[in-house]
């Protein structure tokens, strides 16, 4: 069997009987997959592979949402917005974002995930306006992630939030105006 090249990676078979393979990443890291059979692993290398030849972003998996969220404020949020905005933003990561999905691996995300999150904020009381505006966060914030390379997909954007209805608003007719002045 021919030696294989650089950035093709290895496959070999884990002492619980499990195959695992390696690629080599652009920055000289590497990137570990694993299957149950030779040609599952062989599968799911290939197109990483073909990725990090081509010189792209493999997204590696070891930040979780609560670091990124952070880093997004910072080096996107702040400087893009009014003070006001950026609070409200600060607000919300560190009261409901990080708080309830901020363990969880930025590349692990789910729309499950996401879907469970809405849930919980409507059972806690908040308004499905207040949801909305936190779906719309994270979305902001995924959306980053997504163009720097650090996942790829939004998975924010594959979630319908909870729907917004304003109330319609009543307003007093001239009797009713008399009576209160």
């Not at 990725?51 to 997004?72: E, M, Q, Y």
């Not at 999150?117 to 959306?143: E, F, M, P, Q």
């Not at 980053?144 to 304003?166: C, D, M």
Request: with cysteine.
């Amino acid at each position: 069997m021919p030696k294989r090249g650089n950035g093709e990676g290895s496959i070999y078979q884990t002492a619980n009987g499990r195959w695992r393979g390696s690629v080599t990443l652009p920055d000289g890291g590497r990137k570990y997959v694993s299957g149950r059979t030779r040609q599952d692993v062989a599968t799911k290398m290939a197109p990483l592979a073909a990725k990090a030849s081509a010189g792209g972003h493999i997204p590696v998996g070891r930040v979780t949402v609560g670091t990124w969220l952070p880093t997004w404020l910072d080096e996107d949020a702040r400087p893009r917005t009014r003070e006001s905005t950026f609070s409200d933003y600060q607000g919300i990561v560190n009261n409901h974002l990080v708080p309830a999905i901020g363990s969880k691996r930025l590349t692990a995300l789910r729309p499950d995930d996401i879907s469970r999150l809405h849930r919980d904020l409507l059972s806690k009381g908040l308004s499905t306006g207040r949801v909305l505006n936190i779906h719309r966060v994270l979305c902001r914030a995924l959306h980053i992630a997504e163009r720097w390379g650090y996942v790829e997909k939004n998975v924010a954007t594959l979630v319908y939030p909870p729907a917004h209805h304003e109330s319609p608003t009543d307003y007093l007719d001239t009797a009713e105006v008399a009576a209160v002045l």
